[in-house]
């Protein structure tokens, strides 16, 4: 497949980009300055904006499906997280791509209780404004006709744990639930190569 990859520079971006060679895939990597990013080889690296509907939609043009792990913590979360997600469901209609699968958070699932981890008591109200960013970029995706897939870690990420090869979906949001960028990016693209979650958000675990 021709996968173009938004946010590809950060953690979770460049794991998706190094699965998708795994599997043998053409990536077109979208960052925002190629000049920092000469290491990211055997692909074709691209200047883009992912909050820009236009250039998503020239630079998504000829693939088969598009991956977003952009983040730009230089300018208030909920201004990114909803200019980024009107950008790219547009964007990709207008290239003709339905399938979009994207980088959440584990702080809009619901925990055991049924309420959004980041609604729970004790949530650390310093998270809360990237949180409520992210929680806003999720109604900006529901609200468009793009097949998209919001693929959140269960709770965070192991930065430091080995791969496992493996992952599991979660029935819920777990504070204490941990997987590796590279476990984690086992799920993108399994649900860039076999869909099994249409307009849905689901949470991974290690």
Same mark, same amino acid.
């Not at 979360?77 to 009107?86: C, E, G, I, M, N």
């Not at 897939?149 to 709770?155: E, I, N, Q, T």
């Given at each position: 497949?021709?996968?173009?990859?938004?946010?590809?520079? $950060?953690?979770?971006?460049?794991? +998706?980009?190094?699965? %998708?060679? @795994?599997?043998g895939?053409?990536?077109?990597?979208?960052?925002r300055?190629?000049?920092?990013?000469?290491?990211?080889?055997?692909?074709?690296?691209v %200047?883009?904006? &992912?909050?820009? +509907?236009?250039?998503?939609?020239?630079?998504?043009?000829?693939?088969?499906?598009?991956?977003?792990?952009?983040?730009?913590?230089?300018?208030?979360?909920? *201004?990114?997280?909803?200019?980024?997600?009107? %950008?790219?469901?547009?964007?990709?209609?207008?290239?003709?791509?339905?399938?979009?699968? &994207?980088?959440?958070?584990a702080?809009?699932l619901? $925990?055991?209780?049924? /309420?959004?981890?980041?609604?729970?008591?004790?949530?650390?109200?310093?998270?809360?404004?990237?949180?409520?960013?992210?929680?806003?970029?999720?109604?900006?995706?529901?609200?468009?006709?793009?097949?998209?897939?919001?693929?959140?870690?269960?709770?965070?990420?192991?930065?430091?744990g080995? @791969? /496992?090869?493996?992952y599991?979906? +979660? *029935?819920?949001?777990?504070?204490?639930?941990?997987?590796?960028? +590279?476990?984690?990016?086992?799920?993108?693209?399994?649900?860039?190569e076999?869909?099994?979650?249409?307009?849905?958000?689901?949470?991974?675990r290690?």
């Amino acid at each position: 497949m021709n996968i173009v990859v938004f946010g590809a520079g $950060g953690r979770a971006g460049r794991q +998706a980009v190094a699965e %998708a060679h @795994r599997r043998g895939h053409r990536v077109t990597a979208v960052v925002r300055d190629p000049a920092r990013h000469g290491d990211l080889t055997d692909v074709r690296l691209v %200047a883009g904006d &992912v909050t820009d +509907a236009s250039g998503v939609a020239e630079v998504a043009a000829g693939h088969d499906a598009a991956l977003s792990a952009a983040v730009d913590l230089s300018v208030p979360s909920y *201004d990114f997280f909803t200019a980024s997600s009107r %950008a790219l469901t547009a964007g990709l209609a207008e290239a003709g791509l339905r399938r979009l699968v &994207v980088v959440g958070i584990a702080s809009v699932l619901p $925990g055991a209780s049924g /309420t959004p981890l980041m609604d729970e008591p004790g949530f650390p109200d310093e998270y809360r404004p990237f949180c409520l960013g992210h929680a806003a970029g999720l109604e900006e995706l529901r609200s468009s006709d793009r097949d998209w897939a919001y693929v959140a870690p269960a709770g965070d990420f192991d930065h430091d744990g080995d @791969r /496992t090869h493996r992952y599991r979906v +979660a *029935d819920h949001g777990d504070p204490a639930s941990r997987i590796t960028y +590279a476990d984690f990016a086992l799920a993108l693209l399994d649900e860039i190569e076999t869909p099994r979650h249409h307009r849905a958000v689901v949470g991974v675990r290690g």
